[in-house]
Nanobody
Framework: QVQLVESGGGLVQAGGSLRLSCAAS????????MSWFRQAPGKEREFVAS?????YYADFVKGRFTISRIHAKNTVFLQMNNLRPEDTAVYYC?????????????????WGQGTQVTVSS
């Protein structure tokens, strides 16, 4: 059974940092595109960052967030610095068996349960 489990969310003040982790199990995801999405209340789920052969970021996180992975641990990270209140959302880890990087949620077959990130002003 494939599982993606996120951790590391929490409450932080504006300007602070959090590091999200996504631990994958059930198969090896080293060849998969692994991404982070987020969804704020009343809004659609949106692409944040992805890592495969290359790394991609949404414009609104460039220079503040860093995605990385450790293949041996089947784990993906999202380091979030200089957080803003508008970054408040549930953050989801997702995996796609694809050589290209989907930026739409429909391109991903595997999802974690999400972790809440709340940034206070």
């Amino acid at each position: 059974q494939v599982q993606l489990v996120e951790s590391g969310g929490g409450l932080v003040q504006a300007g602070g940092s959090l590091r999200l982790s996504c631990a994958a199990s059930g198969r090896t995801f080293s060849s998969y595109a692994m991404s982070w999405f987020r969804q704020a209340p009343g809004k659609e789920r949106e692409f944040v960052a992805s890592i495969s052969r290359s790394i991609y970021y949404a414009d609104f996180v460039k220079g503040r967030f860093t995605i990385s992975r450790i293949h041996a641990k089947n784990t993906v990270f999202l380091q979030m610095n200089n957080l803003r209140p508008e970054d408040t959302a549930v953050y989801y880890c997702a995996g796609a068996d694809s050589s290209t990087v989907p930026t739409s949620p429909s391109g991903y077959a595997y999802w974690g349960q999400g972790t809440q990130v709340t940034v206070s002003s």
